[in-house]
Nanobody
Framework: QVQLVESGGGSVQAGGSLRLSCVGS????????VGWFRQAPGQEREFVAA????????VYADSVKGRFTISRDNAKNTAYLQMNSLKPEDTAIYYC????????????????????WGQGTQVTVSS
């Protein structure tokens, strides 16, 4: 199994940027597709972005497409979420998650497919 720890959250004004990091330990992160999800107060946890094990394919929620970029550095056992042009509606706790899907599986946007989760990092965007 893999343990995940997120960092990089904080408070920014609308239009600002943040980069979230997700460091894996235990089993190497390259064995997993990685997804980012977020949960705002009183709302369901929702998909944000995902990246394949090798980093060659990505998928994004429509709400963040063109503003957020997911990437990974398997040599550092780390995945990233670069968030630009932040909006107040991006305010949430952001979680990274690992999906032990086979190498050729399509990226999943479903929470149930992600077996391991970090503790989350808070992102607050003020107007």
């Amino acid at each position: 199994q893999v343990q995940l720890v997120e960092s990089g959250g904080g408070s920014v004004q609308a239009g600002g940027s943040l980069r979230l990091s997700c460091v894996g330990s235990g089993r190497t992160l390259r064995m997993y597709a990685v997804g980012w999800f977020r949960q705002a107060p009183g709302q369901e946890r929702e998909f944000v972005a995902a990246i394949t094990r090798g980093g060659g394919n990505t998928v994004y929620a429509d709400s963040v497409k063109g503003r957020f970029t997911i990437s990974r550095d398997n040599a550092k056992n780390t995945a990233y979420l670069q968030m630009n042009s932040l909006k107040p509606e991006d305010t949430a706790i952001y979680y990274c998650a690992a999906d032990p899907a086979i190498l050729t599986a399509p990226l999943s946007q479903e929470r149930r497919d992600y077996e391991y989760w970090g503790q989350g990092t808070q992102v607050t965007v003020s107007s």
